[in-house]
């Protein structure tokens, strides 16, 4: 057995080794990526921000360094609740340290009946995070999630105020818009019934480069081996796509979940028609889409819209981290209301470019794209809250009162 497992490292060595020096790609999609890191070699300025951005980190290993960021200062805030929330059945939930990781624990007066911890989170943390834990080929989700703007440890969305959950499941269908790739088996775990194995190994954390611009193992070959050809060959130039194919890109992951695929999303790619992929769903009602993940329904609703040529990137640069933000995306809203009466009141008659808010610091997104409660997410503090709403700027454009 020591010689197979030893002859097992030596072969894995080799192959490993073999990816780095032909060029051949080792990713786990297949041979047709070339994984983010092969992109930085010629878009290193593009990859380097891209690296900050909130699509870039929407999923990652739990580390304890980052965790640390979230948890210390809240615990200096407020020791005696920071780190716990409290549940109907008078258990709470803690978050703790131990060496290189944090758990969390359930208690009921100073005993604990289960600890799990923290293996990948979800979600960048700039609206919140949420966090998972491994048992075997499972994920399955923490009972607290952490929620930034409020700055507290509350119950994960979806669930129960009346007991600390740990056994909600995770699937691969949650990582095909926080992740770029997971692998998967199907295996029948009753007579009626079918459980998925997921490969931990196999995760393409966050959404890199291909997710969006579709395999480049040729383009990084043909490029590297022709660096006089400044014209990208083999890759598909976003601006090149129909508007409706573009924002077939952004609403592959910002259309809802709330659809059945009828395969995985993962096999996407820029061009593709996203129909395709779901079965149709007649019944659905689309007149009250939600703020929560529905952002290209609430975008194409507008008369803004409806009116122009904009996607999504006319004012969103995927590539960017978009905190502190907020004058850019006023300044996208003159670049087509700079003759209205109504912006020349607000901003001035001659500084609609200059000068983005007046003295009582009117802007264009507080009045036209508000935040609004989420009918989907809501959660409940420790400190006795209960159904806190949620709220996230709606993408629908419109006057409202």
């Given at each position: 057995m020591k010689y197979f497992v030893t002859g097992l490292l030596i072969g894995l060595a080799v192959l490993f080794s073999q990816c780095l020096?032909?060029?051949?790609?080792?990713?786990?999609?297949g041979g047709g990526y070339a994984g983010s890191k092969a992109c930085k070699r010629c878009h290193e300025e593009i990859s380097d921000d891209y690296s900050h951005s909130h699509h870039f980190q929407t999923s990652s290993i739990a580390t304890a360094?980052?965790?640390?960021?979230?948890i210390g200062p809240l615990a200096r805030e407020a020791a005696d609740l920071a780190d716990r929330v409290y549940f109907a059945d008078s258990s709470y939930v803690r978050v703790e340290e131990v060496p290189g990781s944090f758990l969390q624990s359930c208690y009921r007066g100073t005993r604990s009946s289960r600890s799990e911890r923290f293996d990948i989170a979800f979600g960048s943390g700039e609206k919140a995070q949420t966090y998972a834990y491994w048992k075997d080929s499972q994920l399955l989700e923490l009972p607290l999630t952490w929620y930034a703007s409020q700055r507290i440890w509350a119950n994960s969305p979806g669930f129960s105020i009346r007991r600390?959950?740990?056994?909600?499941?995770i699937t691969s269908?949650?990582?095909?818009?926080?992740?770029?790739y997971i692998g998967k088996?199907?295996?029948q775990s009753g007579p009626l019934s079918l459980t998925e194995k997921l490969d931990r190994n196999s995760i393409?954390?966050?959404?890199?480069?291909e997710r969006c611009h579709g395999p480049a193992a040729q383009h990084v070959r043909y490029q590297a081996e022709n660096p006089g050809v400044k014209t990208a060959r083999y890759i598909v130039p976003i601006k090149s796509l129909t508007r409706q194919r573009q924002l077939d890109i952004c609403a592959a992951c910002h259309s809802g979940n709330d659809l059945s695929p009828q395969r995985s999303?993962?096999?996407?790619v820029p061009g593709d028609t996203l129909s395709h992929f779901y079965f149709p769903e007649f019944a659905a009602d689309i007149r009250d889409p939600d703020v929560h993940g529905k952002q290209v329904q609430l975008l194409e609703s507008s008369l803004c819209f409806r009116r122009s040529t904009m996607t999504c990137m006319t004012c969103h640069n995927p590539h960017e981290t978009e905190n502190d933000k907020l004058a850019g995306f006023v300044s996208k809203c003159m670049d087509c209301h700079q003759r209205s009466a109504h912006a020349a009141t607000i901003f001035g008659e001659n500084e609609q470019k200059k000068r983005h808010f007046n003295l009582s610091g009117a802007n264009c997104l507080d009045c036209h794209m508000p935040l609004q409660m989420s009918k989907t997410i809501y959660f409940n503090s420790g400190s006795g809250e209960k159904n806190i709403p949620y709220f996230i700027r709606t993408h629908k454009i419109a006057v409202y009162k």
């Open positions: 020096h032909s060029g051949r790609s080792c990713d786990p999609r360094e980052e965790l640390k960021g979230l600390a959950h740990y056994e909600r499941v269908r949650c990582f095909e818009c926080h992740a770029s088996e199907t295996v393409v954390f966050g959404i890199d480069c999303i993962f096999s996407f």
